[in-house]
């Protein structure tokens, strides 16, 4: 009986111990696609964050705990991002989120981050438009990426433009802001083509026709392309079919990087153009010790890195300085501490946190080449600091988003004084 009462004591103890080893770790969530439309771009994203987590727990954790990753997958269902961000949050507790590649999977959660407080660090460039108090943007906002790209162009002489877009949010609100741009610098609706095509769109034959009907007037036409994830496969192989190239009509890519082109012949598509804040090829000690860390992480040399990956290192370490700096990870804790915080990046600069939730971020423009990567053609003199809300559109011109004392607003009106979006 005695014995009997041992093991029971033992194996209580045991399951005890357990408990309170989980209970110490640090949960760390990771909401990325890895099957669906947007698995193509998005499961690097997760593989980079376990390569992450992985290297802090060599350094000993956080706060004297281990991290744990939680993965889960929204499979490119966006109602499912909403659905996998709840369960991350109110079942698994976990202390930040890592994730979301489009803008209808972010506006999808936004909602449940904010109702449950929430903390997430969303990598990737997005349309602008939006200030969350729960949300890190590590990814650029279109003063970051867009409308340097098409400076870059307009300087090249370009007067003709051919908007490209996946049918979702991103597209369409960036597209909106691009067109006011554009007629700002004196080009006319007529010298614009807008076309949208759904997710996973493959049949590109005669929407390629129309493009270089469009292009063919005399005036010089570029193609700026907000197509997303595996769509963009079949996109290129049209253009390179079809005798598009980058002396004809060049593309300006908004969403193809590394990792999308890694699945293409390149070949045929040397000289179109990409606009990030981070390329592979960007010669700095910092990337070239995080190449090496990858190819090892993955065991394949052959595994390329790129801007959004880049965007995940940046904000992760930034929310690893924060938890230090407040010694907590309670979200209230880490947003107070994370405002003003300046952490590397990987191409030799800094990258520090604005009270609008965006980041300082470098601008480069690349040309793809034979090997898909890019070569950078064009870069800024400095980092620019990420603006939530766009200067050219009137609804959102006076805006302006900081989340410290005394303004707390994230759409704060500087002509009428108040938070809460534009003057009626």
Excluded at 48 to 59: A, F
Excluded at 154 to 166: E, W
Excluded at 208 to 229: L, P, Y
Aim: glycine share 8%; aromatic share 10%.
């Amino acid at each position: 009986m005695f014995k009997k009462i041992s093991l029971f004591f033992l194996a209580g103890l045991f399951l005890l111990s357990g408990r309170v080893q989980a209970e110490e770790a640090i949960k760390v969530g990771i909401l990325h696609s890895l099957s669906g439309t947007m698995a193509i771009s998005e499961t690097t994203l997760k593989d980079v964050m376990l390569m992450l987590i992985e290297e802090q727990n060599k350094k000993g954790g956080l706060l004297g705990k281990k991290l744990e990753a939680v993965v889960v997958d929204p499979a490119s269902d966006w109602p499912l991002f909403a659905e996998r961000a709840k369960e991350l949050l109110t079942s698994q507790k976990v202390a930040a989120v890592f994730g979301c590649w489009t803008s209808v999977s972010r506006k999808s959660v936004l909602p449940v981050f904010e109702k449950e407080n929430g903390l997430l660090f969303y990598p990737v460039q997005y349309e602008g438009e939006e200030s969350s108090r729960n949300v890190i943007y590590t990814g650029a906002a279109p003063n970051q990426q867009s409308i340097p790209a098409v400076d870059y162009l307009l300087n090249l002489g370009v007067k003709r433009f051919v908007l490209a877009g996946t049918d979702y949010v991103f597209p369409r609100t960036a597209n909106k802001i691009l067109e006011a741009y554009l007629i700002s610098k004196g080009v006319a609706k007529a010298d614009m083509m807008i076309n949208y095509t759904p997710f996973g769109h493959s049949d590109w034959q005669s929407i390629i026709a129309e493009v270089k009907k469009f292009g063919s007037t005399g005036k010089k036409t570029a193609i700026i392309s907000t197509i997303n994830g595996d769509a963009n496969v079949p996109f290129y192989k049209e253009l390179a079919n079809q005798g598009v190239t980058a002396s004809t009509i060049p593309v300006m890519a908004f969403s193809v990087g590394e990792e999308e082109l890694s699945g293409i012949d390149t070949k045929p598509l040397v000289g179109h153009l990409a606009a990030w804040n981070y390329f592979q090829s960007i010669d700095s000690p910092a990337n070239t010790d995080f190449i090496k860390k990858w190819h090892a992480f993955t065991k394949n040399s052959k595994r390329v890195t790129n801007d959004p990956m880049e965007a995940h290192y940046i904000g992760f370490n930034l929310w690893v300085k924060a938890v230090e700096k407040a010694k907590s990870t309670k979200v209230d804790d880490v947003l107070k501490a994370i405002v003003g915080l300046s952490a590397p990046n990987l191409t030799g600069g800094t990258a520090t946190v604005l009270p609008n939730h965006h980041i300082t971020k470098p601008v480069y423009i690349g040309e793809i080449q034979k090997d898909g990567q890019f070569q950078v053609v064009w870069e800024t003199p400095k980092e620019v600091p990420g603006d939530a809300w766009s200067d050219y559109l009137p609804e959102s011109k006076n805006l302006e988003a900081d989340w410290t004392a005394p303004i707390n607003c994230g759409n704060y009106n500087t002509v009428t004084k108040k938070c809460g979006g534009a003057a009626k």
